[in-house]
């Protein structure tokens, strides 16, 4: 009997815990609508010859069981990918690989998910065949090149992919996950042998890289004013979008970017993380510069490039660029400048009106609800809950939709990097890693999931700005003097 399943819940209650060997789950009971076909379910209706008008369908309730492992073992964790979907715990895949990298390697993971398949029989009809869990396992490794292929990237020998290949090879010959593998493979040798041969290239402690091509003598002459409010905003928008596109999420984690174990952490931590915010601080220092730099500016000339940053400022806003547009607001906020009176005088109401509502939007009230309901109005409420977030993700990984046909007021936001870091830092100081028994807290891993499915969806939606670089204006900004990353962010 085929049965369509329905999105609407009637009910869910709390069943409670159960207890394994190694791992803690919660357990919750959801009555859900079904839709039975029209002929199934004449005969319990009382029709003759178990038929109905065509399209007719008969509505149910069903309760469905869903387990959710709260704690484990890594072993536990691990070998919970390749029955989570039997658990109807459908997000846990996307949680998992968002997050592990807190309690275990990319080789532990394989290690653990590899001994599991050894160890099952092949004794036909057993629920836990070998083909079921190697089934699984290559959904797995699917979602896992999918989503995160940076995980892979260990130059020049591949350890970690090569072992997947060799796992396919002999397991899966011709599969779809088989020869995603071989494809990410030669695209990072190609990206490594690339990055062997480039002289410059992306670097984490440097603002915005103009490129090889571009290296030129810099010119001083060029004057701030002299480039238009619209045409600066596209092009920090420009730098922005490129930076937060390259984002790993999972470097965004607290415990990796707050750098808990400062001793023993590298300055290389989280470079991703770092080139953003050390771009932001030269945006930061771009804006003290131009209005500080000449010592003799009479107060209505200074007022002239406070109006100038302003008016990008807005430009900015419209662009829905909260990161050039918090550094801009930050700079004019900041003492070197705030207390130039006589300058601040000459700025039109208009201009200090629209500097008063532009500087609401990151107000800290109440946690900064406000840059926050406004980023959700505008980046992410399509997709507000947990479960949405993780659907969202893997639909976009697995079927590359165009995301101008469906992304709505998702298209081209990019957020204040910072507002995220911050709540990631704050779960990672509020909850513990480890759990009763010495369990490993993967309910603290959800959470952090939650913030880590917004930015991965915010960046997709970067794929939506249509920007080309100005030279001259990115020469002139790279001229600019720059701050370190702690002075500022």
């Not at 705030?338 to 109401?349: E, G, N, S």
């Not at 913030?451 to 915010?458: D, P």
């Amino acid at each position: 009997m085929k049965f369509a399943w329905a999105a609407k819940m009637s009910s869910v209650q709390d069943w409670g815990e159960e207890v394994e060997d190694g791992a803690i789950y919660n357990v919750t009971l959801k009555r859900v609508q079904i839709q039975q076909a029209a002929n199934k379910g004449a005969r319990w209706l009382g029709v003759e010859n178990d038929r109905l008008p065509p399209g007719h369908t008969v509505s149910q309730l069903e309760t469905c069981k869903i387990r959710s492992i709260r704690a484990g073992t890594q072993q536990r964790l691990a070998e919970t990918l390749l029955t989570a979907f039997a658990d109807n715990d459908l997000t846990y895949t996307s949680i998992f690989l968002y997050t592990y990298r807190t309690f275990a390697s990319t080789e532990t993971v394989l290690k653990l998910l590899f001994a599991r398949y050894e160890r099952v029989g092949d004794s036909e009809g057993a629920s836990d065949s070998r083909g079921n869990v190697r089934n699984a396992l290559a959904s797995v490794l699917r979602a896992w090149l999918d989503q995160c292929p940076e995980d892979f990237q260990e130059p020049p020998s591949y350890p970690s992919l090569r072992r997947v290949l060799e796992f396919l090879q002999r397991a899966l010959p011709g599969s779809e996950p088989l020869r995603k593998a071989q494809t990410l493979l030669e695209q990072l040798q190609a990206q490594h042998s690339a990055e062997l041969e480039a002289e410059g290239g992306f670097h984490g402690n440097t603002p915005f890289c103009l490129g090889e091509e571009e290296e030129v003598e810099i010119e001083l002459q060029e004057d701030f004013l002299s480039f238009e409010a619209d045409l600066v905003a596209e092009q920090l928008t420009y730098m922005d979008s490129a930076l937060f596109k390259k984002v790993i999420p999972h470097q965004c984690l607290g415990s990796i970017w707050s750098q808990r174990d400062r001793k023993q952490r590298k300055k290389q931590a989280a470079p991703t993380i770092r080139a953003t915010v050390t771009q932001f601080n030269a945006v930061t220092a771009c804006v003290v510069s131009t209005v500080l730099h000449r010592r003799r500016l009479r107060p209505h000339q200074r007022a002239r490039v406070i109006q100038g940053w302003i008016d990008i400022a807005q430009e900015c806003r419209i662009r829905k660029n909260f990161s050039s547009l918090r550094a801009i607001i930050s700079a004019l906020q900041s003492n070197p400048l705030y207390r130039l009176k006589k300058a601040w005088a000459c700025v039109h109401k208009d201009s200090i009106q629209t500097f008063e509502e532009l500087s609401d939007i990151f107000s800290d009230h109440n946690n900064h609800l406000t840059s926050r309901e406004l980023l959700m109005r505008e980046g992410t409420s399509k997709f507000a809950s947990l479960e949405s977030c993780a659907k969202e993700l893997q639909k976009r990984t697995h079927k590359r939709l165009q995301l101008q046909k469906d992304m709505g007021a998702m298209q081209g936001t990019i957020p204040y990097l910072g507002t995220f870091l911050t709540d990631l830092t704050m779960l990672d100081t509020a909850l513990p890693d480890l759990v009763e028994g010495g369990l490993i807290n993967f309910e603290k891993r959800r959470r952090e999931f939650e913030v880590i499915a917004q930015i991965k969806l915010l960046q997709s939606a970067c794929n939506s700005y249509c920007l080309t670089p100005d030279p001259a204006f990115l020469r002139w900004f790279k001229s600019q003097p720059q701050y370190s990353e702690e002075e500022r962010y």
